[in-house]
């Protein structure tokens, strides 16, 4: 059960009034918005020790001081890889000995606690430039702007990889118990290669890449999906085309052929995937192709098509209604990763 928040000393002093002034208790938990119990607590506790200040609490004074717990956050905030090795050896040179599991309780009192490093795409100052220019000169835009984009991308899905992750219930000593593990092989076993779409108004058409794209797989890919994609969304006229920057996507080519057939296309910073939507979207069509366990690249397609299909228009519709928290977002962080 979750701790309550103690209340104030104000707060205990005017139950003491309210009982001298001879209110009862549930007439005083009332007035107060205060539980009948706290209230013959406190004055169980005034009647006993004449005070409505907590007693002084048992257990052994902490090993810390307030000048080293500073000095272990001050650490860590300026580097966060620093370990619990490191910093018990800088209190015991400053005279304070102590154990790596106070230098755990330590921090977490101070709101710190340990994880594991997120790994994220590696920015150049030009891409981060970039970024934060096209946030900033698209942050006022309205959200029917958004609401008139197909955003689209490609993402490659193995087979037993990372994205096959779960929670088990199990005792103890039976985690290697078949039941309670996940099959994995060297190089995810597999995987399949995915081009897509989606606007606000739901997911668009989904296929699989079987080879290597170049340049004229990616118009051909484009040639049959966009526009029937788009005719599918019930777009608005005048609708915009987001992809980023791959160099299939830049192409000279590429780009006379969008020119042709009058797309409008959304102009794109390079290295930005937490501008993009569609990413959300990926991870949410992982997680439900995990869940279902495919044993075989041909299993596992049906199952990102079954899946993809069955994606919510709300969620779709979620993630373009707060694109603006995501630009605000990602000038706050300067470009560097956000919670998108």
């Not at 995810?188 to 080879?211: D, H």
């Not at 990926?282 to 199952?303: D, M």
């Not at 373009?320 to 300067?334: G, H, P, Q």
């Amino acid at each position: 059960m979750a701790k309550t928040k103690e209340l104030s000393k104000d707060i205990r002093n005017k139950i003491v009034d309210l009982h001298q002034a001879g209110k009862s208790e549930s007439a005083i938990g009332k007035q107060l918005g205060v539980k009948k119990s706290t209230v013959g607590a406190i004055l169980g506790k005034w009647k006993t020790y004449k005070t409505t200040d907590n007693p002084p609490r048992s257990g052994a004074p902490r090993k810390t001081s307030p000048r080293g717990v500073k000095m272990i956050t001050r650490t860590v905030s300026k580097n966060p890889r620093t370990t619990r090795g490191d910093l018990v050896n800088d209190l015991q040179r400053a005279g304070t000995k102590v154990t790596k599991a106070t230098i755990s309780n330590t921090l977490r009192h101070q709101g710190l606690k340990s994880c594991n490093a997120r790994r994220v795409p590696l920015l150049k100052p030009v891409h981060v430039r970039a970024c934060l220019k096209s946030a900033r000169e698209h942050l006022d835009d309205p959200e029917e702007d958004w609401e008139n984009v197909i955003w689209s991308d490609e993402t490659k899905i193995e087979l037993f990889g990372k994205n096959s992750t779960c929670r088990v219930w199990r005792r103890k000593n039976a985690e290697l118990h078949p039941k309670n593990t996940i099959p994995s092989v060297k190089h995810g076993g597999g995987n399949i290669m995915l081009w897509g779409c989606f606007s606000a108004k739901g997911p668009g058409r989904l296929i699989r890449v079987k080879e290597r794209m170049n340049g004229a797989m990616y118009r051909e890919i484009l040639s049959k999906n966009l526009l029937p994609s788009a005719r599918a969304l019930k777009m608005k006229r005048g609708w915009v085309f987001q992809h980023d920057n791959g160099p299939k996507h830049t192409a000279r080519a590429t780009k006379e052929w969008l020119r042709k057939k009058h797309f409008k296309v959304l102009e794109w910073p390079s290295q930005s995937p937490d501008l993009n939507p569609i990413e959300n979207l990926w991870r949410e069509l992982k997680i439900r192709v995990a869940q279902r366990q495919p044993q075989n690249i041909t299993a596992l397609e049906e199952i990102c098509m079954e899946e993809w299909a069955k994606l919510p228009a709300t969620v779709c519709k979620n993630l373009v209604a707060t694109y603006r928290k995501r630009l605000t977002s990602v000038i706050a962080n300067k470009e560097y990763k956000t919670k998108y």
